[in-house]
């Protein structure tokens, strides 16, 4: 089966939502719709469900033009950010509830419930009630009951925003196994960068409506097309510093210059904007071939095993992200340090031009 987006767009009381979108989906694959909030994700999972209808373009199922054509006849599935569940019902009928609305027999019915919630470690809490389950364990209850429903594609719109830290990062270690063991087309709505990386499979940038690029999720995040893809695919927040390469060097705004080696070796002179994530803001190195610039601490965040430094320099605000626990104080100078070999580039038009090599 595939699912496909030909030339989509939506709007909303004249405001568009989604702004010429094509992509296709494929049996047995993960797609993550990657972007802040209100940048369309949801607005195309509602598309692909047929619960929207779109302004222009056409949705298509097996290459047959479904535009229109009600969800109820679309073998579809959607979780959502809310898990939703019958409160009254154990686990077990949960699970089992699409499956007596299809009218399989008792058998089936046994068997499907029983290899879902192996699969969601649910076993131990099907004679349960959902208020007598954790928040986790709830939502694994609403997709085991999307699983079991056998539908073609599956969506998941931020599944796990409302749980806390330790039962999101649980899920996220789970859900790759239960894609795969699976076989459906799965859609997967996020706004971290971080999820979309452990997930895997493709990732979609999303925009302001726009899908500004589709691809392999690691090779999104290492080589992205411009700079809004970048900053969508980075957080903390994508550091940036205008730069000008000239005989040589590369000076940067507001102070600070160095030779034109690394990634700048190979472009001709000219201006340029650099971005660069918060592991790959050094402090205080000490390497000869570094880049090195004066700032000042705005405010440490530990977490324990990371601490996140807010450094300020001019009228710039950049965040570094170091190993382990460092207690600098609020206003204490420190050395930022870059490696040039260590950095993405971009042109007039925010377009990339050079970027590190793949590690």
Known sequence: MSVSLQNVSRSIDGVPAIRDVSLTLERGTLTVLLGPTLSGKTSIMR??????????????????????????KRSVAMVYQ??????SLSVYENIASPLRVQRQPRAEIERKVQEAARLLKLEPYLKRTPMQL?????????IARALVKGADLVLLDEPLANLDYKLREE??????????????IFVYATTEPSEALLLGGNTICMWEGQALQNG?????????????????????PLNLVNVEKKNGAVDYAGGGSGPATGVFAGLG???????????????????????AFATTVSVTEITG??????????????????????????GQHLEAVLD????????????????????
Do not use: C
Request: hydrophobic residues 40%.
């Open 305 to 330: 095993s990371e601490s996140f430094v807010h450094l300020k320099r001019g009228d710039a605000n950049w965040v570094a992200v170091l190993q382990g626990v460092h207690e600098f104080l609020p």
């Open 269 to 291: 002179d000219g201006a340029y904007r650099v971005g660069f994530r918060a592991h790959q803001l050094e402090v205080a190195s000490g390497h000869a071939d570094r880049h």
């Open 171 to 184: 899920l996220r270690v789970d859900l790759p196994r239960i894609f795969e063991a699976s076989g459906a």
């Open 47 to 72: 598309l692909l469900a047929g619960l929207d209808k779109p302004t222009h373009g056409k949705v298509l199922v097996d290459g047959q033009d479904v535009t229109g054509v009600d969800v109820r």
């Open 340 to 359: 040039p070999a260590n950095l993405f580039v971009f042109d007039a038009a925010d377009r990339l031009v050079a970027a590190p090599p793949a590690m």
């Open 134 to 142: 954790s928040g986790g364990q709830q939502q694994r209850t609403a």
């Open 216 to 236: 392999v999720t690691a090779q999104v995040y290492r080589h992205p097309e411009s700079l809004r893809v970048a900053q969508v695919f980075s957080d903390p």
């Open 82 to 87: 809310q898990f939703i569940n019958y409160p």
